[in-house]
Each structure stands twice: as C-alpha cells, then as structure tokens.
C-alpha cells in the first residue's frame, strides 16, 4: 500500500522487483520480438540493432530520489516507487540514418499507446552550452488492440522506454557517458566536447547525403539507355575528359547492364564494387557502353562454354562474374588478358578450338 515512508517504500520495490525479475525479461523478449516483426513488415530501411535491457533496481530507486520523491512529499502525496519508474523495461534501436528515427517512431506509434515522449535532439539544441547524446525517447505500453490478445495479457502493466537513436548517434551516446563530472566541467573543455558533439552531427547527415546521392546515381542509372552507341568521333574531336569519363564503367551503370543479361542472378553491392574495380585496374577508361557491346556479342558463345564446362565438372560454378570475365577476354584479349587465370584461358583456348573443329 503506498505511503510516505522511503525506506519502507524502497524495501517493497526491491521485493517487487526481486519477485518479478524473470517476468521483466519475458517482456523484454517479447516487446523485442514484436518491435522486430513490425520494423520488418513496414520497411523503414535499415536498422542495425534491436536490443534490451532490465533497469538495475538500485538504479530505480535512485531515479526515483532524483526526479519524485521531494515533489511527492511536498505534496504529501501516498507514493508506491514502481509506479515511477516508466523505463524498467528498455529497448534500443538503432538505425542507419538519422532520418530513419521519425519512420520508425510512426510505426511504434501505430502499434502501441504513448505515455510520454522525450526529444533528446531539441533538448540539447535548445541549450547553448549543454552537450550530450541525441536520439527519441518515448514510453509505450500496450495498445488496446495488443491488449487484448491472449499472447499479450502477461505484460499487460509492463510499460517501457524504447529510445531510437542513428548509428552516429549511438556512437557518441557511449563516448558521452564515459565524460564523467558534466556540470563540473570548465567552459573551455565543454566548447571542445561541444565541437566534437557538432562532428558527429555532421558525420551523421554527411552519411545521409551520401546515401541519398547514391540512390539517386542508381536511379540514374537505371533510366539510362542500357548501351550507349560507341562514339568514335568524340575520340577523335577529343572531347573534355569529364564528358568521357561520366560514360566510364561504375558500380551503378554496371548493375544495369548485367542486371540486362543476368535477370535473374541477384548482385551483392560489395562484390559488384570489387569486381568493377578489377575491370578498371586492366582498363582505366572502359566505357559503360563497350561492356555493353562486350556481352551482347560474346555472351552467346560464352553460355554454351558454360554448358560445356558444368557438364564436365558438375561439382563446380559457373557464376555470372565468370560469364562476364570470359566476355571480357573475348572483347580485348591485349587489356583483358588477365582478368581471367592462366589455366582458365588455356582450357577456354581448348574448347574454341575444339568447337571451330566440330563446326568446320
């Protein structure tokens, strides 16, 4: 029953969290478990960690001194700790970019009943001389929808913090905890914190900037024609560099032309970056266009070696980086040489010859 009594009120929260320490962490999972699937099915892009903890007990009742207890007792009002504490329960989740933080709160809104919401950011912007971590905090419980599931009834009281915090943001929320002595601080050691809070700010949207430009050097590309027509006379009118080298092979107009030939092979990003690399390390300027011309005039014949090969050694691949190597050595044997093994192209040589054999 609450009282006005501390202590005995601080002996009945560690009973009522000692009692309960394995229901908090059957609701941890399963808000884990639920915020999970939801981030899932919405799409809000990226997120790189989902995770939770339980809220120390002494660290409780010491929130509870700090931020309600002189207020509840000025007041004489009856107080029982546990009904204070909002954050006992907490997830983490953090995404990729900062503009990802708003997206993802709209879902946890759709999906759960608010009780209170902390905007870490205006905080501490609001506040010149103020440092400290960014990000969203907001106490949810249950919605009546969710409540009314029987998989939900346990947790039923069991409010929690969810804060959500970019990467960036979460990398500085680690360092910043380590300053120790924050309003003890002298002026000119906060101005120095305050820079390094102000990189990490910039990092932070320069990483966003940097996607959104990637994703639209991607969408350029896929609205491109897929082969430019070669240009003979540019060469020889000698255009400036820049114009040429906007048309040379890149991770984004490569996708598209082998996305073309390969509909239904799926390339990762990292290896798409290495593999035009190794193109561009045997021939700085090739063109997005001759890569095109490289597979439709040699790819037919690179298939059928494909067949011919995986017939002999069912054990082994034949990817379509493979494909696309041979066509290369097909297109220009003096610059693509050796972008495919001294045993490969001895054992490619056999096979044509053979081939020209059995066609004369």
């Given at each position: 029953m609450a009282s006005l009594d501390y202590e005995q009120e601080k002996s009945v929260f560690r009973k009522f969290y000692e009692s309960n320490r394995h229901h908090f962490a059957d609701a941890k999972n399963a808000y884990i478990r639920t915020i999970s699937s939801l981030i899932k099915r919405c799409d809000v892009g990226e997120v790189?960690?989902?995770?939770?903890r339980i809220k120390d007990q002494e660290e409780c009742i010491r929130k509870f001194h700090r931020k309600y207890q002189s207020r509840l007792e000025a007041d004489e009002q009856p107080y029982e700790i546990k009904d204070f504490i909002s954050d006992l329960i907490g997830i983490r989740i953090v995404c990729l970019y900062e503009d990802q933080i708003s997206v993802v709160s709209e879902v946890l809104q759709r999906h759960f009943?608010?009780?209170?919401?902390?905007?870490?950011?205006?905080?501490?912007?609001?506040?010149?001389?103020?440092?400290?971590?960014?990000?969203l905090h907001m106490d949810l419980t249950l919605s009546d929808e969710m409540a009314s599931l029987p998989k939900y009834l346990p947790y039923l009281d069991r409010p929690f913090e969810v804060q959500i915090?970019?990467?960036?943001?979460?990398?500085?929320?680690?360092?910043?905890?380590?300053?120790k002595y924050k309003k003890s601080i002298p002026g000119d050691l906060k101005r120095r914190i305050n820079v390094l809070s102000?990189?990490?700010?910039?990092?932070d949207r320069e990483f966003q900037e940097i996607r959104n430009a990637t994703t639209e050097l991607m969408q350029q590309a896929?609205?491109?024609?897929?082969?430019?027509?070669?240009?003979?006379?540019r060469e020889t009118a000698g255009l400036a560099t820049a114009a040429a080298s906007a048309k040379t092979v890149n991770a984004f107009?490569?996708?598209?032309?082998?996305?073309?030939?390969?509909?239904?092979?799926?390339?990762?990003?990292?290896?798409?970056?290495?593999?035009?690399?190794d193109i561009l390390k045997l021939d700085s300027g090739f063109q997005k266009s001759a890569l095109h011309k490289c597979l439709n005039e040699n790819l037919k014949i690179i298939r059928d070696y494909r067949d011919h090969f995986m017939a002999e050694n069912p054990d082994k691949t034949f990817s379509p980086y493979t494909s696309i190597r041979h066509c290369l050595y097909l297109y220009d044997q003096e610059a693509f040489g050796r972008i495919i093994s001294k045993g490969t192209r001895e054992r490619f040589a056999c096979w044509q010859k053979v081939s020209r054999g059995n066609s004369a």
């Open positions: 790189t960690k989902i995770e939770g009943r608010i009780l209170d919401v902390t905007d870490k950011t205006s905080a501490v912007e609001s506040t010149e001389d103020s440092f400290g971590y960014k990000g915090r970019s990467l960036i943001q979460d990398a500085w929320s680690v360092l910043d905890h380590k300053i102000a990189l990490f700010e910039l990092a896929t609205v491109a024609p897929i082969g430019d027509p070669l240009d003979d006379a107009n490569f996708l598209r032309v082998a996305g073309h030939f390969f509909r239904d092979f799926e390339f990762e990003d990292y290896k798409v970056d290495d593999f035009v690399q």
